[in-house]
Protein backbone atom coordinates (compact mmCIF):
# COMPACT_ATOMS: atom_id res chain seq x y z
CA UNK A 1 0.00 0.00 0.00
CA UNK A 2 1.34 3.85 -0.57
CA UNK A 3 2.09 5.77 2.13
CA UNK A 4 -0.07 8.39 3.39
CA UNK A 5 -0.38 11.62 1.18
CA UNK A 6 1.39 14.16 3.81
CA UNK A 7 0.96 17.90 4.50
CA UNK A 8 3.59 20.38 5.23
CA UNK A 9 2.45 23.11 7.40
CA UNK A 10 4.06 26.02 9.56
CA UNK A 11 2.11 27.09 12.91
CA UNK A 12 3.39 29.81 15.12
CA UNK A 13 1.40 31.14 17.69
CA UNK A 14 0.55 35.86 17.89
CA UNK A 15 -0.69 37.87 20.40
CA UNK A 16 -3.32 40.40 19.62
CA UNK A 17 -0.55 42.84 18.74
CA UNK A 18 0.65 40.36 16.00
CA UNK A 19 -3.04 40.39 14.49
CA UNK A 20 -3.03 43.63 14.34
CA UNK A 21 0.61 44.31 12.92
CA UNK A 22 -0.30 40.98 10.35
CA UNK A 23 -3.23 42.16 9.20
CA UNK A 24 -1.67 45.88 8.39
CA UNK A 25 0.86 44.53 6.53
CA UNK A 26 -0.70 41.66 4.45
CA UNK A 27 -4.26 44.18 3.80
CA UNK A 28 -7.70 42.83 3.48
CA UNK A 29 -8.13 39.26 3.45
CA UNK A 30 -9.28 37.26 0.42
CA UNK A 31 -11.78 35.12 1.87
CA UNK A 32 -13.05 34.20 4.88
CA UNK A 33 -14.27 30.71 6.71
CA UNK A 34 -16.11 29.37 9.94
CA UNK A 35 -15.28 26.25 11.43
CA UNK A 36 -16.44 23.99 14.01
CA UNK A 37 -14.30 20.90 14.10
CA UNK A 38 -15.61 18.01 16.05
CA UNK A 39 -13.24 15.67 17.31
CA UNK A 40 -13.77 11.61 17.93
CA UNK A 41 -12.06 9.17 20.23
CA UNK A 42 -13.20 5.96 22.22
CA UNK A 43 -13.30 6.10 25.73
CA UNK A 44 -10.20 3.80 25.87
CA UNK A 45 -8.60 6.20 23.58
CA UNK A 46 -8.20 3.62 20.55
CA UNK A 47 -6.83 6.56 18.14
CA UNK A 48 -4.77 8.49 20.72
CA UNK A 49 -2.85 4.92 20.77
CA UNK A 50 -2.30 4.23 17.28
CA UNK A 51 -1.07 7.86 16.91
CA UNK A 52 -4.21 8.93 14.86
CA UNK A 53 -6.99 11.35 15.17
CA UNK A 54 -10.41 11.48 13.48
CA UNK A 55 -12.02 15.38 12.91
CA UNK A 56 -15.27 15.80 11.02
CA UNK A 57 -15.20 19.89 10.23
CA UNK A 58 -18.16 21.96 8.90
CA UNK A 59 -17.14 25.03 6.36
CA UNK A 60 -18.70 28.06 5.91
CA UNK A 61 -16.90 30.45 3.90
CA UNK A 62 -18.15 33.47 4.79
CA UNK A 63 -17.33 35.38 1.14
CA UNK A 64 -19.09 33.03 -1.59
CA UNK A 65 -21.45 31.43 0.85
CA UNK A 66 -19.97 27.62 -0.12
CA UNK A 67 -20.22 24.97 2.28
CA UNK A 68 -18.58 21.97 2.81
CA UNK A 69 -18.05 19.61 5.36
CA UNK A 70 -14.77 17.44 5.79
CA UNK A 71 -13.80 13.98 7.10
CA UNK A 72 -9.98 13.93 8.35
CA UNK A 73 -7.74 11.47 9.48
CA UNK A 74 -4.50 12.44 10.29
CA UNK A 75 -1.07 10.81 11.62
CA UNK A 76 1.79 11.75 14.12
CA UNK A 77 4.30 13.82 11.77
CA UNK A 78 8.25 14.83 12.51
CA UNK A 79 8.59 18.62 13.49
CA UNK A 80 11.67 20.67 12.54
CA UNK A 81 11.31 24.30 14.53
CA UNK A 82 7.93 25.95 12.73
CA UNK A 83 7.80 23.42 10.35
CA UNK A 84 5.38 20.07 10.90
CA UNK A 85 5.20 16.94 8.19
CA UNK A 86 2.49 14.83 8.86
CA UNK A 87 0.14 11.87 7.14
CA UNK A 88 -3.44 13.27 6.42
CA UNK A 89 -6.28 11.65 4.58
CA UNK A 90 -9.11 14.33 3.83
CA UNK A 91 -12.26 14.44 1.67
CA UNK A 92 -15.69 15.76 1.61
CA UNK A 93 -18.45 14.00 3.63
CA UNK A 94 -21.89 13.94 2.79
CA UNK A 95 -24.42 15.97 4.70
CA UNK A 96 -26.60 13.12 5.08
CA UNK A 97 -24.09 10.67 6.63
CA UNK A 98 -22.76 13.46 8.39
CA UNK A 99 -26.36 13.78 9.97
CA UNK A 100 -26.56 10.03 10.82
CA UNK A 101 -22.83 10.31 12.52
CA UNK A 102 -23.90 12.96 14.69
CA UNK A 103 -27.40 11.24 15.43
CA UNK A 104 -25.57 7.95 15.69
CA UNK A 105 -27.64 6.33 13.58
CA UNK A 106 -25.02 5.20 11.41
CA UNK A 107 -21.58 4.24 12.25
CA UNK A 108 -18.33 5.16 10.97
CA UNK A 109 -17.38 2.18 9.45
CA UNK A 110 -20.42 2.45 7.00
CA UNK A 111 -18.68 5.66 5.57
CA UNK A 112 -17.00 4.08 2.36
CA UNK A 113 -14.40 6.74 1.96
CA UNK A 114 -10.33 6.70 2.31
CA UNK A 115 -10.32 8.48 5.99
CA UNK A 116 -12.18 5.31 6.89
CA UNK A 117 -10.27 3.15 5.07
CA UNK A 118 -7.02 4.36 6.66
CA UNK A 119 -8.51 3.92 10.20
CA UNK A 120 -10.01 0.47 9.30
CA UNK A 121 -5.90 0.12 8.49
CA UNK A 122 -4.96 1.05 11.88
CA UNK A 123 -7.39 -0.65 13.81
CA UNK A 124 -8.71 -3.58 11.84
CA UNK A 125 -13.11 -4.14 12.05
CA UNK A 126 -13.96 -0.03 13.72
CA UNK A 127 -17.27 -1.28 13.46
CA UNK A 128 -17.65 -2.42 17.65
CA UNK A 129 -15.17 0.56 18.46
CA UNK A 130 -17.58 3.25 20.33
CA UNK A 131 -16.39 6.86 18.30
CA UNK A 132 -17.95 9.30 19.95
CA UNK A 133 -17.57 12.65 19.91
CA UNK A 134 -15.27 14.20 22.48
CA UNK A 135 -16.00 18.13 21.22
CA UNK A 136 -15.66 21.00 18.97
CA UNK A 137 -13.63 24.02 18.49
CA UNK A 138 -14.88 26.94 16.71
CA UNK A 139 -12.77 28.83 14.26
CA UNK A 140 -12.63 31.97 12.46
CA UNK A 141 -9.91 31.16 9.32
CA UNK A 142 -8.74 34.82 7.64
CA UNK A 143 -6.76 33.93 4.04
CA UNK A 144 -4.11 36.14 2.65
CA UNK A 145 -2.01 35.93 -0.13
CA UNK A 146 1.55 36.58 0.25
CA UNK A 147 4.23 36.96 -2.68
CA UNK A 148 8.06 36.75 -1.64
CA UNK A 149 11.10 36.46 -4.13
CA UNK A 150 8.94 34.22 -7.14
CA UNK A 151 7.15 32.33 -4.41
CA UNK A 152 3.36 32.46 -3.72
CA UNK A 153 2.08 31.65 -0.05
CA UNK A 154 -1.31 31.53 1.49
CA UNK A 155 -1.27 32.41 4.93
CA UNK A 156 -4.30 31.60 7.68
CA UNK A 157 -5.00 34.07 10.25
CA UNK A 158 -6.61 31.65 12.36
CA UNK A 159 -8.78 32.44 15.80
CA UNK A 160 -9.51 29.78 17.84
CA UNK A 161 -12.20 29.21 20.59
CA UNK A 162 -11.97 26.14 22.89
CA UNK A 163 -14.23 24.38 25.51
CA UNK A 164 -12.98 25.99 28.62
CA UNK A 165 -13.89 29.45 26.50
CA UNK A 166 -10.44 30.44 25.95
CA UNK A 167 -9.26 31.65 22.31
CA UNK A 168 -6.08 31.61 21.03
CA UNK A 169 -4.83 33.12 17.22
CA UNK A 170 -2.17 31.51 15.14
CA UNK A 171 -0.91 31.77 11.83
CA UNK A 172 -0.71 28.47 9.57
CA UNK A 173 0.55 28.10 6.00
CA UNK A 174 0.08 25.33 4.05
CA UNK A 175 3.33 24.29 2.11
CA UNK A 176 4.44 21.91 -0.62
CA UNK A 177 7.17 19.85 0.70
CA UNK A 178 9.36 20.83 -2.16
CA UNK A 179 8.83 24.20 -1.16
CA UNK A 180 8.83 23.69 2.80
CA UNK A 181 12.13 25.34 3.19
CA UNK A 182 11.63 28.66 1.19
CA UNK A 183 8.20 28.87 2.50
CA UNK A 184 9.77 29.18 6.14
CA UNK A 185 12.49 31.60 5.30
CA UNK A 186 9.83 33.68 3.56
CA UNK A 187 7.37 33.54 6.39
CA UNK A 188 10.16 33.98 8.91
CA UNK A 189 11.58 37.17 6.79
CA UNK A 190 7.91 38.62 7.19
CA UNK A 191 7.98 38.49 10.93
CA UNK A 192 11.70 40.44 11.42
CA UNK A 193 9.68 42.74 8.34
CA UNK A 194 6.68 43.66 10.68
CA UNK A 195 8.29 43.16 14.20
CA UNK A 196 6.68 39.68 15.24
CA UNK A 197 8.43 37.31 17.01
CA UNK A 198 8.42 34.11 15.46
CA UNK A 199 7.23 31.69 17.94
CA UNK A 200 6.21 28.47 16.82
CA UNK A 201 3.47 26.16 17.77
CA UNK A 202 4.57 23.43 19.37
CA UNK A 203 1.54 21.12 19.09
CA UNK A 204 -1.63 21.45 17.03
CA UNK A 205 -5.13 22.69 17.74
CA UNK A 206 -5.87 19.44 17.79
CA UNK A 207 -3.76 18.05 20.79
CA UNK A 208 -4.63 21.94 22.45
CA UNK A 209 -8.21 20.75 22.39
CA UNK A 210 -7.40 17.60 24.26
CA UNK A 211 -5.36 18.58 27.02
CA UNK A 212 -7.82 21.33 27.97
CA UNK A 213 -10.24 18.57 28.48
CA UNK A 214 -7.70 16.76 30.10
CA UNK A 215 -7.32 14.04 27.93
CA UNK A 216 -3.46 14.43 26.64
CA UNK A 217 -2.60 11.83 23.66
CA UNK A 218 0.50 12.34 25.12
CA UNK A 219 -0.11 10.92 28.31
CA UNK A 220 -2.36 8.39 26.76
CA UNK A 221 0.08 6.75 23.91
CA UNK A 222 2.60 7.40 27.42
CA UNK A 223 0.01 4.98 29.65
CA UNK A 224 -0.39 2.65 26.72
Known sequence: MSPDPKESEIKVILTDEDVGLLRARLGDPGRTLRQISYF???PQDHLAKAE??????????????????????????????ALMVRPEIECQLDPADWSGLRDKQIHFADVDLPPVHRLQ????????????????????????EFSHDNLALEILLDRTKYPDGTAEFEM?????????????????????????????SPVGKYVRFRRKIDRDPDAVRGDS
Open 121 to 144: QALGDIRPLDLESMGHIENTREVF
Open 40 to 42: FET
Open 52 to 81: LSLRVREEHDVTSGDEQILLTVKGMGLRAG
Open 172 to 200: ESELSQAMAGRGARALRGLFEEIGIEWRP
